[in-house]
């Protein structure tokens, strides 16, 4: 995607790379000639990344904040209450004002620990548990079934009804555990004993690895770990068969408080304001995720209040909790606690909201040569202007990142606590974790993530000094440059990327329109760049020149009054342009039916050749089909219509009313095309023993899905428009 970025002329003395951002104590000098430079000079001399570790080493690794031995800090737990009190006294000691734990509602979750053993053997396991409820004290007492795989094939001739189903999964590559824990209910299943037979737990087979339910409670659903599985295996083979599990976990729908532990460095002025964040409830000790974050949340505000750093708006700083998991029925059941902060708590952020600053995995390393930014397309003209123009942002510290920080930024996702956020209206950055091993290799969220894995061995001071310089520096950025920098004509260009013309004149979109909309709106866009650009300019130039306070307040002031235009923007942008494809990826709203429609043609040209798969396995119709609905129908491979079944009504808003959080208004009508998957896939067995298939059938279903996703794509590029010239309108 092609940015454009802003020169303000005043930003010219900062000629490339200039400076290194050092840990504390460094007599770090910057060389740029912007107003802040002293303060980011001064906040640099006091980060303090041995503050930020030990945080992190005792929200993961005090057992006052944790739920059982093994860690686990789950929604509206005990051990969440007990982190919040920790945090705030934490807070309250740094000297951050108005300290407060805000309550929001979540489905409580509670994992105190759990037991299986098996009769006549000395198979003792103490498995990780999903997000359902447990046993009563006696626990399940029953046969142990091996289901193989989980999949509904695996079901076949095996009784697993009032037993305990014991299945191999691989969350990475098949499905999610939902799925795997629908199915044995399907079933008859009393309770799901899981490990990972692929995809996650990578780091070893002695390793157990747990994700959120995106289900409703079906059953306890427990994991362990592919050694142990063995062990019950042996002992299955030997005759020893019935198994006790017991589950000491509660799941309360609508039941449980969670807090989002919230101080603030008080600014100049009320009237706007910047957040930093990191969640704190964890699975296992959870030490980077989300541990670091916190850490480095705490040590950003110290080294703010320890070169005595006055911002011009408050900046807050936020623990949230419920990251991970905070509703049952739900395929958004994560970032319930920041959804709940900004929607319920507090929907007045989202007009005074300079910026989100989120954090996630801070402190990890992945032998990347730069660092890099997240952030929404509109802040990726400030971010590059940040990066290679302003002076306040070079190579890190310690040669880390030997090339310095790559000034592309990259596009949020819907993985962490922003999207919440975002969809609110709230702008935001997120620092880049270094997930990826390398080639060949297993990347870190398949071997340590959500394991006992992800310990304090993974720790990287570098990287957490080189995220609280960059994103510290940046935060002073944005909170003293008067006018935000957001720029819509990236909105724009995401709109143009997103045109497929043919698609859209066969749909019987009006194309004119819409392009006369887009560029109506990159016109008023580039409007407001110039107002903004103009009102920086002047700032920094009248501070430089010696203004009087006075009279850089004034100039202040009409950022401050553009800022409420430019925000509102944003807002309308997120309402009206932004959806999302399953749950995974945020794109222009029509985008969802553009893509199917693609893809179902180029599913019917594969049939009428005859081409259910290919040597390439990304041209036959089964090699594609699985993909349509942003890869939905995976399951229709592997699962039962009614397993597929549940997992759409966790998914669609109109089946799941008020349960879908950040996803409300965002999704689309999916393509009804399950009846010609299945079939095609019973059909692929026929072929393969020989019977001559026809293919008239299922070219007939999915021609019909193509004209009815043509009609929402006609109706979203429609409503799209007219968003499209309502937002010009106003921004002029």
Known sequence: ???????????????????????????????????????????LEKVDQEYAYGIAETLAY?????????????????????????????????GLEDVEKVPVTVDKWEFKGASLTIDGTDVRIEPGSYATNGTDKDGITAEIVDVGTGTAADYEGKDVKGKIALAGVDQWNVAWIDQYMNEAALHGAAAIVTYDAGGYGAYSDDVINVQDVCAKDVMPCVCISKNQYKEIAKAIKAGNSTACLKVDSVMEPEKGTSYNVVGKIKGKSSDQQILVSGHYDVYWNGFQDDSCA?????????AMKDSGYTPENDILFIAHGSEEWGATGSQFDWTTGAWEMINTAHPEWAGKTLALLNFELPALYDNAKQMQIQCEPEFASLTKEFVETSGLAADPVNDVYPDGIDSTSIDTFCLEDGVSYRGAGVPHFINVPGFDSGEDEPNWNQQRYHTVADDKDTYNADVMVSNLNIFGALAIYLDQTPALELDFTATCDDIDEALNEDLAKAAGADIDSYKNASAQLRTASEALNEKIDDINTRYEKAAADGASPEELDAIR?????????????????????????????LVVKHMAYQNNIELISAINDALKKGELSNEDEESGALDLAWQINGGA???????????????????????????????????????????????????????????????????????????????????TMKAETKAMNDLAEKMQ
């Open 294 to 302: 916190i850490g480095l949340v705490l040590a950003m505000a110290k």
């Open 557 to 585: 002031a009409e950022g401050t009054a553009l800022n409420k235009t430019t925000l509102k923007t944003y807002k309308e942008v997120q309402d009206n342009l932004i959806g999302i494809i399953l749950t995974s990826d």
């Open 62 to 94: 005090d057992e006052k904040y944790l739920s059982n031995e093994s860690g686990w800090r789950t929604a509206g737990s005990d051990a969440e209450h007990a982190a919040a009190d920790y945090l705030a006294g934490e807070m309250e000691a740094l």
């Open 1 to 43: 995607m092609k940015q454009k970025l802003k020169k303000i002329t005043c930003l010219a003395a900062a000629a490339a790379l200039a400076f290194s951002l050092a840990a504390c104590g460094g007599g770090t000098k910057i060389k740029s000639d912007l107003s802040m430079s002293p303060a980011v000079e001064n906040y």
């Open 633 to 715: 129908e995976f399951g229709y491979y592997s699962f039962s219509p009614e397993t597929n079944e549940a997992s759409l009504d966790t998914l669609l808003e109109d089946r799941n009313k008020g349960n879908v959080f950040w996803g409300t208004g965002k999704g689309s009508q999916l393509a009804d095309t399950y009846k010609a998957t299945t079939s095609l896939l019973e059909k692929a067995a026929a072929a393969e023993a020989g019977k001559k298939v026809s293919y008239d059938d299922e070219i007939a279903i999915y021609a019909k899905a193509i004209k009815q996703q043509q009609k929402g794509l006609a109706k």
